[in-house]
């Protein structure tokens, strides 16, 4: 699995009658741990507004059985700094690692960025100061020295015109999901994110009259994967 070295842009502007904007740039978008990486830096740089900082945190990143994200405190990665001034410098590392690398199913994280307000200025309407500031997650993901993607659909069936499908990471890693497909029916919940390793994901859709009468092809695609699964369907099905 390769990181991705690209760099994020981040706007963020203070309203407060004049707007004023910064860029933050973040590289690189995903950050891979292993048994034999066991640390790798962070770059962050641009610039923030008198008075601002950037926050850094660390959450373990899990999924409900509906395949929704959800976050909890840990200590598993080791970062600094947890506090960025770019005002000094334009540019600050952020160094982060792990104690323990050694895991049978990949853990997953999430560093966050976060730039606190700018002060609030006292000659003007505290009601007509509103911030927008810089709130970024960083994927970090912690890998299995034998690391084996698999992904499956689990359940594709029609119920008076509903198309569900059940996704499902049978591997050991994450999968990152770019598209649904089943015929000309579109899954409007779906969306190009990671199904992490155990984690399930059900959609939705209304399946097209027109193709009512005969099987219907539904493929998947990840970034290296690929998996189809037909459904015979009858006129009555869709009444």
Do not use: H
């Not at 066991?38 to 509906?66: C, E, I, Y």
């Not at 405190?73 to 792990?98: H, M, N, Y």
Request: with cysteine.
């Amino acid at each position: 699995m390769r990181t991705s070295t690209a760099t994020a842009l981040l706007l963020a502007a203070t309203l407060s009658g004049n707007a004023l904007a910064g860029q933050i740039g973040v590289a690189p978008l995903r950050i891979e741990l292993s048994p034999t990486t066991k640390s790798t830096v962070v770059t962050v740089t641009g610039n923030t507004g008198p008075g601002q900082f950037l926050q850094v945190s660390a959450m373990r990143w899990t999924q409900d059985a509906q395949g929704r994200d959800r976050y909890e405190e840990t200590t598993d990665l080791v970062f600094l700094p947890k506090s960025i001034d770019l005002a000094k410098s334009g540019k600050q590392l952020i160094r982060i690692g792990v104690e323990k690398p050694v895991t049978d199913v990949e853990k997953t994280y999430r560093l966050f960025i976060r730039e606190t307000p700018p002060p609030l200025d006292p000659s003007k309407n505290r009601g007509a100061q509103v911030a927008v500031v810089v709130d970024f997650g960083l994927p970090v993901f912690l890998m299995p020295a034998k690391p084996a993607p698999r992904v499956q659909i689990e359940q594709a069936s029609v119920d008076k015109g509903v198309l569900t499908v059940k996704v499902a990471n049978t591997g050991n890693v994450r999968v990152k999901m770019s598209s649904l497909s089943a015929g000309k029916a579109a899954f409007a919940d779906f969306k190009d994110w990671y199904l992490l390793a155990g984690a399930t994901r059900t959609f939705t859709t209304t399946v097209p009259p027109a193709s009512c009468n005969g099987p219907l092809t539904v493929q998947l695609r990840t970034e290296n994967l690929e998996v189809k699964r037909q459904v015979a369907l009858t006129p009555q099905m869709c009444g």
